[in-house]
């Protein structure tokens, strides 16, 4: 049974630069045509996508946050990341790191998600 | 890009049916599969219908879903209403390399 598991620091200071990463167990994330994506929620709000990275490493980032968002993989860790800099208040939220089989799939397999603060 | 607009809330008895919608607000509803997801406070999405109207194994046959090309929406519809059924409701949808969420509806069975 395919696993996933965020984790990283539970508060970053504004301006600085967040950085999670997403442990795969029971499946290689780079044996087969899968999508890996980080999806994030604020406090309340409902669910955001920020980025997409496919098995052979291209990505896809909303374009809401392009400028500042850095998916990639570490194949040898069997883990991939999510880099957003110059964080705000705003970025405050649970991110949530998924699996995705191709671009028309649904979400499948969610992490239980990782409450990330923004504060000084 | 294109946006997927929810209502916010919806609220329905025991036993009755409820339908929520998504409008997609550009591009047609049919160029691309919908997915729906149930939330549950505390809880990470699961997906309750994925390609239109597709029912992963274990969700019970009450959920169901259609999309509407004269309205540009898909609909998520659940019969027999069921206290456990309470939760936040998601669509979802790709376009264009983005993948795109609905704002959620919050489900009241009261």
């Known amino acids: 049974q395919l696993q996933v598991h965020e984790s990283g620091p539970g508060l970053v200071k504004p301006s600085e630069t967040l950085s999670l990463t997403c442990t795969v167990s029971?499946?290689?994330?780079?044996?087969?045509?899968?999508?890996w994506g980080w999806i994030r929620q604020p406090p309340g709000k409902g669910l955001e996508w920020i980025g997409s990275?496919?098995?052979?490493?291209?990505?896809d980032y909303n374009p809401s946050l392009k400028s500042r968002v850095t998916i990639s993989l570490d194949t040898s860790r069997n883990q991939f990341s999510l880099r957003l800099s110059s964080v705000t208040a705003a970025d405050t939220a649970v991110y949530y790191c998924?699996?995705?089989?191709?671009?028309?799939?649904?979400?499948?397999?969610w992490g239980q998600g990782t409450l990330v603060t923004v504060s000084s | 890009n294109f946006m997927l607009t929810q209502p916010h809330s919806v609220s329905e008895s025991p036993g009755k049916t409820v339908t929520i919608s998504c409008t997609r607000s550009s591009g047609s509803i049919a160029s691309n599969y919908v997915q729906w997801y149930q939330q549950r406070p505390g809880s990470s999405p699961t997906t309750v219908i994925y390609r239109d109207h597709q029912r992963p194994s274990g969700v019970p046959d009450r959920f169901s879903g259609s999309i509407d090309s004269s309205s540009n929406s898909a609909s998520l519809t659940i019969s027999g209403l069921k206290t456990e059924d309470e939760a936040d409701y998601y669509c979802?949808?790709?376009?264009?390399?983005?993948?795109?969420f609905g704002g959620g509806t919050k489900l009241t069975v009261l």
């Open positions: 998924a699996r995705l089989s191709s671009r028309s799939s649904p979400f499948d397999y």
């Open positions: 990275i496919y098995y052979s490493g291209s990505t």
């Open positions: 979802q949808s790709y376009d264009s390399s983005s993948w795109v």
């Open positions: 029971g499946g290689s994330i780079s044996s087969s045509s899968y999508y």
